[in-house]
């Protein structure tokens, strides 16, 4: 089916290990983005991406790697999870970012215990 | 740099009357867009409504309109008739070309019976 999906939806993982979240479109949109939402902050920037191998930080970038070698594909990597990366992760997508909207993917939950 | 104001964390309304979510924004770029989004209890991200900095008239999606003031960088949302089912976070937001994408930081909307 068409449209943006978040692999992970739901993980447990321990503090020091590795996690990536998967994020996969079919619309070949260009910009491609990692929002984590936690109570009392909406949603917060953290990667974004205008192409294929182009990304560029956002608000809260700290402790969080990507990539884009595809551009249907924008991987999210935590290096060494933290307690304070628990959060509900949302990946979204956009053919023009100002008259276009963002679409959204389902959300990947994430618990660091 | 872009920035969305929501300053108003929470909001009631009684069902069937009309409620405006306030939305200031800033930028320095000539060509944007504005959205709003809808977050029910589930979770997902709905979009709203859409206006282009460019667009002489306020935009309308059925119960929804969005009062555009552009001097004074305003973007309110405007639900006339509220239903039950309005009860949501609600989200502002701003696309720059060329740039990225960003929120405020949500109004919780709960219509009363």
Known sequence: DAGI????????????????LMCHQTWSHSYMFWYRQDLGHGLRLIYYSAAADITDKGEVPDGYVVSRSKTENFPLTLE???????????CASSGQLNTGELFFGEGSRLTVL | AQKITQTQPGMFVQEKEAVTLDCTYDTSDPSYGLFWYKQPSSGEMIFLIYQGSYDQQNATEGRYSLNFQKARKSANLVISASQLGDSAMYFCAMGNYGQNFVFGPGTRLSVLP
């Open chain 1, 80 to 90: 060494s999870a933290t307690r304070s990366q628990t959060s509900v992760y949302f």
């Open chain 1, 5 to 20: 999906t978040q692999s992970p939806r739901y993980k447990i993982t321990e503090t020091g290990r590795q996690v990536t």
